[in-house]
């Protein structure tokens, strides 16, 4: 089996930046760059390029309506003409929005789907079992409108490029704070795309959605798993719950392949959620991501960044993980064996900003024996517990 894994440049995708003071910046990108090449853990020969912008302009207009791609088009202009900016908050693009318009949006955005399916192709053509884009993951795209800092779903690109050019069994695993709607509607008629998401419960966070009867629909019924999780859940309990119904969703659907989008925001430090997990989260759910390819997609898996928006002390980290973790590096070892004393490199971050927290962390993990515990936390873990029971009934 091949055991090759590769990082998709996203270099490119650098240009999706709406704003020097949007929460959705490309600096994690360079972050997570720069600690794994200086933990000697990332170099030039694993990288691999995305694919043309033809391409990938193709697959978004096979994805989104024809008029929402003009609409992004135009307001990607210098200077937008006037009847376009009239019209933005019709496709979600709004100025004073959460996703708004920049010059260059469009490009942007396609560099980013041209990432993400070069990260499928990598993997379904067998030139690599596992492949990495971290600019990827904007799951949260309609066809016809933007969402939550997404312009174009290029997760939904990604699995689409699959079922069309190499058919089999796609499960989709969705691990960001916030629920994955914008793929799990494309999909939700799908009986050959499973989309599971664990996030916070939608009853207090964006987008609103992904509650546990939301199941699938017509023939994709069953093929469809949320796993809204109560504010404030730490980390047993997410592993808990993320563990059984990850395995449960496995056995009933039996993937050829797995795609995961890894949004990083359920850490405690995140500003945007209320979810109070530790980096051991996201050591432990790559683990499990990857043993379950082993067992059931002959090590298949494409993995795609997402949110996270805590830049400077949780989002490299927690990437760095995925990728030691997709390419079995031996550093992992060194972590697991002494979590208190697996230090980050001394020279990093070697990026200069005057938006650097005072107080970095200075080991891979976190030492949570100085957080204070959440004071409802049995509550919170039985809520959990009923919850995932709920959520996998048709699943039995």
Same mark, same amino acid.
């Given at each position: ?11 490119? &995708? ?15 990108? /360079? !972050? ?16 691999? #390029?995305? !694919?043309?912008?033809?391409? /990938? ?7 989104? +309506? ?14 937008? @003409? ?16 959460? $996703? ?5 949006? %469009?490009?942007? #955005? ?14 379904? &053509? ?19 409108? /933007? ?27 969705? *691990? ?12 939700? $008629?799908?009986?050959?795309?499973? $989309?599971?998401?664990?996030?916070? =419960? ?6 609103? =959605?992904?509650?546990? %009867? @939301?199941?699938?629909?017509? *023939? ?12 404030? =859940? ?13 395995? *449960? ?10 795609? &995961?989008? %890894? ?36 090590? +298949? ?16 980290? #927690? ?7 997709? &390419? ?9 064996? #002494? ?23 200075? $080991? ?12 409802? +936390?049995?509550?919170? =873990? ?5 919850? !995932?029971?709920?959520?996998?009934? %048709?699943?039995?």
């Amino acid at each position: 089996m091949n055991s090759k894994t590769v990082w998709i440049d996203s270099s490119a &995708s650098g240009r999706y930046r709406f704003h020097e003071e949007h929460p959705f910046h490309p600096i994690r990108l /360079a !972050l997570t760059e720069d600690l794994l090449r200086r933990s000697g853990a990332l170099d030039s020969s694993q990288m691999s #390029a995305p !694919l043309s912008m033809v391409e /990938a302009e193709q697959a978004v207009r096979s994805l989104h +309506r024809a008029d929402y791609v003009e609409a992004v088009r135009a307001l990607s202009a210098s200077k937008p @003409e006037t009847a376009a900016v009239r019209r933005a908050a019709e496709y979600g693009l709004q100025e004073d929005g959460d $996703t708004p318009y920049f010059p260059g949006m %469009h490009e942007a #955005a396609i560099s980013v789907v041209a990432g993400s399916l070069a990260a499928a192709e990598a993997v379904m &053509s067998g030139a690599a079992a596992h492949a990495l884009h971290l600019a990827g993951g904007l799951h949260h795209a309609f066809p016809e409108r /933007a969402s939550g800092f997404c312009v174009y779903n290029d997760v939904s690109a990604a699995i689409g490029r699959i079922r069309e050019r190499y058919g089999g069994r796609v499960l989709y695993i969705d *691990t960001d704070v916030h629920h994955g709607d914008g793929v799990q509607w494309f999909f939700y $008629t799908d009986p050959d795309v499973f $989309t599971f998401s664990i996030h916070e =419960t939608g009853k207090f966070l964006f987008p609103g =959605t992904g509650f546990a %009867h @939301e199941r699938g629909e017509s *023939t994709g019924y069953g093929a469809c798993l949320n796993l809204p999780m109560d504010p404030y =859940t730490e980390d047993d309990s997410w592993l808990e719950c993320f563990g059984a119904a990850l395995e *449960t969703a496995a056995a009933a659907f039996k993937p050829d392949v797995i795609v &995961s989008q %890894h949004g990083c925001d359920a850490h405690a430090f995140d500003p945007l959620a209320h979810i109070h997990c530790s980096m051991r989260v996201y050591r432990e759910m790559p683990r499990m991501i990857r043993e379950l390819a082993g067992r059931y997609t002959q090590g +298949r898996w494409v993995a795609l960044g997402g949110g996270g928006y805590d830049h400077w002390r949780v989002v490299p980290r #927690a990437w760095g993980l995925l990728w030691l973790e997709m &390419s079995g590096n031996p550093l992992l070892k060194t972590i697991d064996a #002494a979590p208190d004393e697996a230090f980050l490199p001394q020279d990093w971050p070697s990026l200069s900003s005057d938006k650097r927290p005072s107080h970095m962390p200075v $080991t891979w993990m976190d030492d949570t024996s100085e957080w204070t515990p959440m004071p409802r +936390r049995a509550e919170i =873990t039985d809520k959990n517990r009923k919850m !995932l029971e709920l959520a996998l009934q %048709h699943l039995g």
